[in-house]
């Protein structure tokens, strides 16, 4: 047990946030904390990471928090930079002063070592380059490359000042610097955010194997599912440990709900059964102590708690279009899109009833799309004309951050002027706005109540094309799970950017991706790219491993056999791990010799030993890249 809270519960004023928490972080588990918007999951977070305390309870209950050792926490949050005038390079090299500091003292110590050859000098230089090498002193430089490179920078961004970046782009430099300083429990609140497809699905493998415990905050599903292997959840201000990911989370609640209500329910008619026995024969003198022993039944039973239902409430609304478009909704020819500069080419034709997903990496165009295709901004060349009766509601990311000193009524009230009050206020409650909520003032809203009030605007013009840039950013899962069901029952055309990849498998029957400068249709949607991909990733995977053979191209395969593939991969990851194990043997070995007396002097010897260890150091790191991209592949597969 790394960390543990014990009937923990956290007050401010005279709101309960979270009460009788017991919740414990295991060794190098990764741990999901999932539940509804605003039922806590942040203030849990704070409360492991220690920016917030436990509040004081009378209570006889044993109420701590334990840890073993002093775990170094590292929390993902929005930060705010001390000298936003500092580069992104020198900000993130922070992380690296203990390390950088460390090479120097190693430096100096082989420069005294020259002069000075004492057991007591050779011992203190050989146990710090050991620590030095268990901490990865010798490839930290690879993984800052790498991870610059992963979260979409550019050589020429380490140069600029943080306070060039936008917001998003400030939180994944945090992101990075978070990564880097390797803590023994790592806290990630929406790591996905500002995240493109690409990207999250390396993140996966990355927190899969980082080898301590993270706690995370997610409504990504399918990372969920990919990622974690124990589940909380808060609900009802306390939560519950599940094994297993989101999706055998899912399962195990359903299956707990269910025996307790049956469990419930038939103690209840147990109940009645022994009080009317009890009512019939309470009065006869010869039942007396019948009676007596039914009554004590019931006294001693260890009573059953009727499951409370699931906290499901969600928004709805019945918002089928009022007018039906003509077959051929729009047509895009050669669409040259972007600003200053062509950020892609799209040309596709969108029918009725298309629910058209649309992904790709950050900076490529997706949402610039959508601005050209609802004329927020110009086409720098090519066409896009749509159909008959088109009436496009059309969904925008900053509507999130949309701003308004009226309350929540009175800004709905004045696009619909001609809505009486109570057709106003029962569309408004729809959308979960009930009650005194629709006297809030606009800037009072979180982000997911401000996109529910656009939702609501949207929904109630009735459209019949949907156009939906992020549209489940601020949602929480139940909110998700909503918004997909509307829109599987829609019966107009969606065309919509999404990274939430188990929102877009769930809604699109068609796909666009933008990757690199190109746009490529997948007619059949998420599982006809993920298949494709799948198909890629082995082809390049039999290249690395040099095992193709040179007469068979990719045409003569009669057909794509998953099974047959995974086995493939597997042999090859088996292959690798026994490679690393070699590796690994090869590095302990030499690290034995800087150790042996005889060549403890020779500093000639002890330095062609070093420089061995680290190649093979080196070597070690690509190979776990190299090995990180062959279990994402397998796991791909097996999807």
């Known amino acids: 047990m790394l960390y543990q809270i014990c009937n923990g519960a956290v007050q401010f004023a005279d709101e309960v946030i979270l009460e009788h928490i017991n919740f414990e972080i295991r060794n190098t588990e990764k741990i999901a904390v999932v539940g509804r918007n605003g039922c806590g999951k942040t203030t849990l977070l704070k409360l492991i990471s220690g920016q917030i305390g436990l509040t004081k309870r009378d209570s006889d209950e044993d109420i701590f928090i334990a840890k073993a050792g002093n775990p170094e926490i590292g929390y993902l949050k929005q930060i705010a930079f001390e000298d936003p005038e500092l580069s992104m390079e020198e900000e993130i090299r922070k992380v690296f002063e203990p390390l950088e500091k460390m090479k120097s003292d190693l430096e100096r110590m082989a420069r005294e070592l020259e002069t000075d050859h004492s057991d007591r000098k050779v011992k203190e230089f050989t146990n710090l380059q050991e620590y030095f090498t268990s901490i990865g002193g010798y490839y930290y430089e690879k993984e800052y490359e790498t991870l610059i490179l992963k979260f979409g920078f550019g050589a020429e961004d380490k140069k600029k000042a943080l306070k060039e970046f936008s917001g998003g782009q400030q939180t994944k430099i945090a992101f990075i610097k978070l990564l880097l300083s390797k803590p023994d429990i790592l806290l990630l609140d929406e790591p996905t955010n500002h995240l493109d497809v690409e990207t999250i699905r390396w993140l996966e493998g990355y927190i899969k194997n980082y080898p301590k415990a993270v706690v995370v905050v997610s409504h990504d599903r399918m990372f969920l599912d990919n990622v974690v292997d124990v589940v909380y959840e808060i609900e009802y201000h306390t939560a519950k440990r599940y094994p297993g990911n989101y999706t055998d989370f899912m399962k195990r609640k359903k299956e707990n709900y269910d025996k307790q209500l049956k469990d419930y329910t038939l103690q209840q008619k147990e109940i009645k059964r022994l009080e009317e026995i009890i ?135 004045d696009e619909f002027p001609e809505l009486s009050q109570t057709e106003a206020r029962n569309m408004l409650g729809a959308f979960l706005f009930r009650g005194d909520d629709v006297f809030k003032s606009v800037n009072m809203l979180s982000g997911g109540e401000k996109v529910r009030l656009a939702l609501c605007k949207i929904f109630k013009r009735r459209p019949n094309v949907l156009i939906l840039d992020e549209p489940t950013n601020h949602m929480d899962i139940v909110g998700k799970e909503t918004l997909e069901a509307m829109l599987q029952e829609f019966e107009g055309t969606v065309l919509f950017v999404s990274h939430d990849r188990y929102f877009v498998k769930q809604v699109s029957n068609r796909l666009l991706v933008f990757e690199g400068g190109t746009v490529s249709e997948y007619p059949f949607g998420y599982d006809d790219y993920m298949e494709k991909q799948q198909e890629k990733a082995a082809l390049e995977a039999e290249t690395v491993s040099q095992v193709k053979k040179s007469n068979v191209t990719e045409t003569k395969k009669p057909y794509y056999n998953p099974g047959k593939e995974i086995a493939k991969l597997e042999r090859k990851l088996k292959k690798m791990e026994d490679a690393m194990a070699q590796k690994e043997e090869r590095i302990e070995e030499y690290k034995n010799q800087l150790s042996d007396p005889k060549i403890q002097s020779d500093y000639v010897k002890l330095g062609e030993i070093q420089n061995d260890i680290d190649d093979l150091e080196a070597e070690l790191l690509e190979d776990m890249e190299q090995w990180e991209e062959l279990a994402q592949q397998i796991q791909d597969c097996k999807e």
């Open 279 to 413: 009512e019939k024969f309470k009065n006869k003198p010869t039942k007396v102590a019948m009676t007596r022993s039914k009554l004590k039944a019931i006294e001693h039973m260890e009573k059953i708690q009727k499951p409370e239902r699931f906290d499901t409430k969600s928004f709805h609304a019945n918002f089928q279009p009022t007018v039906t478009t003509g077959n051929d909704v729009l047509s895009v020819k050669d669409l040259e899109i972007g600003y200053d500069q062509v950020l892609s080419k799209v040309s596709i034709d969108i029918k009725r009833g298309d629910k058209l997903g649309i992904i790709g990496g950050n900076g490529l165009g997706k949402s610039t799309f959508l601005k050209t295709i609802v004329d927020k901004i110009p086409g720098l060349s090519g066409s896009f004309t749509y159909g008959t009766n088109v009436e496009i509601g059309y969904f925008e990311q900053q509507m999130a951050m949309y701003r308004s000193e009226k309350t929540v009524l009175d800004d709905f009230w």
